[in-house]
């Protein structure tokens, strides 16, 4: 008896410090933005295309274009979406930084002739 409360109080003990290390739930979508961040695409740079964000903030990308269709390409995060040509409206995305590093995005989409340099970064810091 006494081996299978101390077995249980363990078992209560793990589960106490697993929970205090998971944050509270919550949903990207809905969650307000700690900072929103306007990026213009247009043949063949993003601009800024360098954007620093802390750890642990929600960022909203804020995404249109000059001039014709691109993409946002952001493989670390998984994300790649069209961002509609200019005057069709914009590509907003968001991303929570939860790894230090860089990490770079492109355009996604075939828009002439500097396409393969359309390029930025990320840094999470
Ligand atoms: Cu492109």
């Known amino acids: 008896m006494v081996v299978l409360m101390r077995r249980h109080f363990l078992l209560l003990a793990i589960a106490a410090l697993a929970l205090a290390q998971v944050r509270p739930a919550q949903d990207p979508a809905t969650q307000t933005p700690d900072r929103v961040v306007n990026i213009v695409a247009e043949r063949f740079t993003f601009n800024p295309s360098r954007i620093v ?3 642990g903030e929600l960022v909203e990308f804020v995404i249109i274009s ?3 269709d691109h993409g946002f390409n952001l493989a670390a995060a998984g994300i790649d979406a069209a961002i509609p040509q200019q005057g069709k409206g914009e590509l907003r995305i968001r991303f929570l930084a939860s790894v230090n590093g860089r990490f770079g995005f ?3 989409r075939a828009c002439g ?3 393969n ?3 930025g970064v ?3 810091e």
């Open 53 to 55: 964000v802390k750890n």
């Open 117 to 119: 340099l359309m390029r």
């Open 66 to 68: 000059d001039d014709t």
């Open 122 to 124: 990320v840094v999470v």
């Open 106 to 108: 492109e355009c996604s």
């Open 113 to 115: 002739a500097g396409h």
